[in-house]
């Protein structure tokens, strides 16, 4: 008996090892990792789309966003803007090679040469100067400034695009936070005048016989003329988001990129008159997301090479004929290319992010000195990998292709993209399920509640699960933290590959409520996140970070669907405020937005009064976004709720939501979405951008576990086909709807919120290095913290004030190949 029993217990732990063995084969046999595929030579992408870029190229630094060729071509400047490490390179285009670099404190966008070649302009950022370097034997010299005001915060200004006449007597350079345009003597170093602008500005440029000045009103949608003479300004319209300007050799015809609109204006300068608009989209389609934002002709200027950020590519036209321009197809470039200059047959491109997501197993390392607003200061040590600065520029060189090679890199870039127009008008999904494929078509589900979370990964969440792909050892808020969101992983779906789309919460709000990040957006945040100034403008409050088409509740708005929100992008409370137009009268009144001394548990309680109002008298909208965003966490400041508590706090919120929600009348045409509005910099064995997302619905699976990849794009995809609203941008019309976490047989069944397993009123008591770092956090706004110290603080709360925070990992996004055939009828 006993030596069959023994026996016994061998097989048995012998098939769990092979079934164990089996499902690691599986999964690693259908998952990829961004990188370099082997089969095609392209790289994946954490987006999901993929590069094959064309040429050779040089590293360059932190978000490129500008270079400027000197007179003779025989220099290249670039100015690197990111979050890390900000600074000026000095290139020789010819021989490909760097010549020098300098470190700047602060930087943005500008940078002009002078036409004899020795001097270099570069804005000095929110430093609000314009920095004045000479060039000596190919070396940039210690730079002198030209100052505007007094640096940020106390004088908002910021020069961004900057223009030099032919005898370096006069400097123009306009600003994004004044909206002015400055005329200045560089020589002696003083502002001549200032002239009023009617919004922010990007670019501008002289024309050639310098008479007028040319400036791009990025969140104006126009384009200001400045006659020197007579110092009167005028304006035309433009496409939205209008930012690099170029202009041809006689100054006859301007050229203007519109981000938002995919497009570049044409404008006749005699006439001020736009005479022609060219898409540069891949697809006949007014969906936002290829984000046009650079340019350059050829020496003959009868080709125009376009840079499309999001699309990864350079569209290429035909302009020998004004008014009647035809396109040549698309070059496959790097990762969000932001510029684009001409050397005789060679085709110069800075790409913002470089080549490819990367892992970061040196970092992140919390190195940074601490103002008292809880910014950042000063340049990012090397070793330090955080998400914000990882993915380094490239500067890429390709020669002028001839007609047979322009067919293949054509052909190449449309292999790249995920986007179609046909995939725009339908969805992938399965017949009778309840997500429909197309706006129009009939879902059982009419009401929609959307949670939107702070900045957590898989694994600090449910890397304790053990039917996921977690790491136990980087999970310090699992189960008896957040019992309610294990319970939810259980009973209905879990999730283990999901990402969310942004990098940090001034893009992640974004990306949450409108699939996508506009250029304004994508390129001032990781100034503001790097510690040198700028306000956080990323919710509604600055319309110039608006996509063009709006978030999803002016997307309900015009196709007539009700729709409220709790908090997110409106403030309640004593002095009520919606942050846009859209939701006015839309809004909870008394519900906070962002503010961690208040618990989510009395947000949960304001939503359930104000729930149970509304539907007493029929009235819940069919769209409801709910912002509970206390899992952020205030660190270890003494006197706030302790990591473990805020997080426990947040977690009851959802689950007291679920059982209130699930036990109404509403509950059999319900679904509840719950995901982070990004995963910031906690650790993930994974990729850093992978995050928890849930789905409660009668019509969810029960007991599932789901390993496809999905997307923040994805789960507003989803949300809109149940609603009947269109894709917002190119990334949501692309992503993956969740069918398969739907099933066409509702379980009735309501939800049992789980008691919280520890005291949610806990608060910091302890006095010690972390409690004293956490003092300096300004926690008034999201991720106004330095977040890579406020995620070490967190970690020693939980695991000891010596315990030392392991790296996330940043390898890339886990694309698990689909189990079922997709129906593409």
């Known amino acids: 008996m006993c030596s069959f029993g023994h026996t016994a217990h061998l097989m048995k732990q012998k098939l769990i090892i092979c079934i164990a063995a089996t499902i690691a084969f599986a999964y690693s046999a259908s998952a990829q990792t961004p990188g370099k595929i082997a089969k095609t030579g392209q790289v994946l992408l954490p987006n999901g789309w993929k590069l094959s870029p064309a040429g050779r190229s040089l590293p360059l630094g932190d978000l490129p966003l500008n270079m400027q060729l000197s007179s003779s071509g025989k220099y290249l400047a670039v100015t690197n803007n990111g979050q890390s490490t900000q600074s000026l390179q000095l290139i020789d285009p010819r021989s490909e090679k760097l010549l020098d670099e300098q470190v700047l404190g602060k930087s943005w966008y500008g940078i002009a040469f002078s036409r004899d070649e020795k001097k270099l302009y570069a804005s000095g950022g929110n430093d609000n100067v314009i920095l004045?370097?000479?060039?000596?034997?190919?070396?940039?010299?210690?730079?002198?400034?030209?100052?505007?005001?007094?640096?940020?915060?106390?004088?908002?200004?910021?020069?961004?695009?900057?223009?030099?006449?032919?005898?370096?007597?006069?400097?123009?350079?306009?600003?994004?936070?004044?909206?002015?345009?400055?005329?200045?003597?560089p020589v002696q170093g003083n502002i001549l005048s200032k002239v009023k602008l009617s919004a922010e500005a990007y670019s501008c440029i002289l024309s050639p016989d310098e008479k007028t000045l040319y400036i791009s009103l990025w969140g104006g949608d126009r384009l200001a003329f400045y006659d020197i003479a007579t110092q009167k300004l005028s304006t035309t319209p433009a496409g939205s988001h209008p930012n690099e300007l170029l202009l041809n050799k006689k100054g006859s015809l301007l050229f203007v990129a519109n981000a938002n609109d995919n497009s570049v204006s044409i404008i006749n300068t005699a006439t001020h008159k736009t005479i022609e608009t060219v898409s540069t989209a891949l697809y006949p389609t007014k969906l936002t997301g290829s984000t046009t934002n650079g340019f350059a002709l050829s020496a003959n200027e009868k080709t125009l090479y376009i840079a499309n950020a999001d699309n990864n590519c350079l569209a290429v036209f035909d302009v020998s004929k004004p008014g009647s321009s035809q396109s040549r197809g698309f070059i496959p470039v790097g990762w969000y290319p932001t510029n684009v200059k001409m050397l005789g047959n060679k085709i110069l491109v800075s790409n913002g992010k470089g080549f490819t997501s990367m892992a970061n197993p040196n970092g992140p390392q919390p190195v940074k000195k601490v103002d008292n607003s809880g910014y950042q200061k000063g340049a990012t040590n090397t070793k330090d990998q955080y998400i914000g600065g990882l993915f380094k520029g490239t500067l890429s060189f390709i020669d002028v292709p001839n007609e047979l090679k322009m067919k293949a890199y054509t052909k190449q870039v449309y292999a790249n993209t995920p986007f179609?127009?046909?995939?725009?008008?339908?969805?992938?999904?399965?017949?009778?399920?309840?997500?429909?494929?197309?706006?129009?078509?009939?879902?059982?589900?009419?009401?929609?509640?959307?949670?939107?979370?702070?900045?957590?990964?898989?694994?600090?969440?449910?890397?304790?699960?053990?039917?996921?792909?977690?790491?136990?050892?980087?999970?310090?808020?699992?189960?008896?933290?957040?019992?309610?969101?294990?319970?939810?992983?259980?009973?209905?779906?879990?999730?283990?590959?999901?990402?969310?789309?942004?990098?940090?919460?001034?893009?992640?709000?974004?990306?949450?409520?409108?699939?996508?990040?506009?250029?304004?957006?994508?390129?001032?945040?990781?100034?503001?996140?790097?510690?040198?100034?700028?306000?956080?403008?990323?919710?509604?409050?600055?319309?110039?970070?608006?996509?063009?088409?709006?978030?999803?509740?002016?997307?309900?708005?015009?196709?007539?669907?009700?729709?409220?929100?709790?908090?997110?992008?409106?403030?309640?409370?004593?002095?009520?405020?919606?942050?846009?137009?859209?939701?006015?009268?839309?809004?909870?009144?008394?519900?906070?937005?962002?503010?961690?001394?208040?618990?989510?548990?009395?947000?949960?309680?304001?939503?359930?009064?104000?729930?149970?109002?509304?539907?007493?008298?029929?009235?819940?909208?069919?769209?409801?976004?709910?912002?509970?965003?206390?899992?952020?966490?205030?660190?270890?400041?003494?006197?706030?709720?302790?990591?473990?508590?805020?997080?426990?706090?947040?977690?009851?919120?959802?689950g007291r939501f679920l059982e209130h929600l699930s036990q109404s009348a509403i509950w059999k045409e319900s679904v509840v979405f719950i995901l982070e509005?990004?995963?910031?910099?906690?650790?993930?064995?994974?990729?850093?951008?992978?995050?928890?997302?849930?789905?409660?619905?009668?019509?969810?699976?029960?007991?599932?576990?789901?390993?496809?990849?999905?997307?923040?794009?994805?789960?507003?995809?989803?949300?809109?086909?149940?609603?009947?609203?269109?894709?917002?941008?190119?990334?949501?019309?692309?992503?993956?709807?969740?069918?398969?976490?739907?099933?066409?047989?509702?379980?009735?069944?309501?939800?049992?919120?789980?008691?919280?397993?520890?005291?949610?009123?806990?608060?910091?008591?302890?006095?010690?290095?972390?409690?004293?770092?956490?003092?300096?956090?300004?926690?008034?706004?999201?991720?106004?913290a330095p977040d890579l110290d406020l995620n070490e603080v967190i970690w020693k709360f939980v695991k000891g004030e010596t315990a030392t925070m392991p790296a996330p990992k940043r390898s890339a996004f886990v694309i698990m190949q689909k189990k079922k055939k997709l129906d593409d009828d």
Request: charged residues 20%.
């Open 420 to 654: 179609t127009d046909k995939i725009a008008a339908t969805a992938k999904g399965q017949a009778g399920n309840p997500i429909p494929r197309k706006p129009g078509d009939k879902s059982p589900i009419k009401y929609v509640f959307y949670i939107i979370k702070e900045n957590r990964t898989y694994d600090q969440v449910l890397g304790d699960m053990p039917a996921g792909n977690g790491d136990t050892s980087l999970c310090i808020f699992g189960q008896k933290i957040t019992p309610n969101l294990h319970a939810i992983a259980s009973q209905y779906a879990l999730m283990d590959n999901f990402y969310v789309d942004a990098e940090v919460s001034a893009d992640g709000h974004n990306w949450s409520t409108a699939a996508y990040g506009t250029d304004f957006v994508e390129k001032t945040w990781p100034t503001s996140y790097g510690g040198r100034g700028g306000n956080y403008d990323f919710e509604g409050s600055r319309k110039a970070a608006y996509p063009r088409d709006g978030f999803i509740w002016d997307y309900c708005k015009r196709a007539g669907v009700s729709y409220r929100t709790y908090g997110e992008f409106a403030e309640g409370g004593d002095k009520p405020k919606a942050n846009l137009k859209a939701l006015e009268g839309h809004f909870c009144l008394k519900f906070p937005d962002f503010d961690l001394s208040i618990q989510d548990v009395t947000r949960e309680v304001i939503w359930e009064h104000d729930f149970d109002s509304l539907l007493t008298i029929n009235k819940v909208p069919q769209f409801n976004s709910v912002r509970f965003g206390n899992d952020h966490t205030s660190g270890q400041r003494k006197g706030a709720y302790s990591p473990l508590a805020a997080v426990a706090d947040n977690d009851q919120a959802v």
């Open 132 to 185: 004045t370097f000479s060039i000596t034997n190919n070396k940039l010299g210690n730079p002198d400034t030209i100052k505007l005001g007094a640096p940020w915060p106390k004088n908002k200004i910021c020069p961004t695009g900057i223009a030099v006449n032919k005898a370096n007597t006069r400097l123009y350079t306009v600003t994004k936070e004044d909206s002015t345009l400055y005329v200045i003597n």
């Open 677 to 784: 509005d990004d995963a910031q910099n906690g650790p993930d064995h994974i990729d850093a951008h992978r995050s928890p997302v849930f789905m409660v619905s009668p019509y969810a699976k029960r007991n599932a576990v789901i390993h496809n990849m999905y997307s923040t794009s994805g789960v507003l995809r989803t949300m809109e086909l149940i609603l009947g609203l269109p894709p917002m941008s190119q990334y949501d019309a692309a992503a993956m709807p969740l069918y398969e976490c739907f099933t066409a047989t509702p379980d009735l069944r309501p939800y049992t919120n789980q008691t919280a397993l520890i005291d949610i009123d806990q608060r910091n008591v302890a006095i010690n290095q972390s409690s004293i770092r956490s003092e300096s956090f300004n926690l008034a706004e999201e991720d106004a």
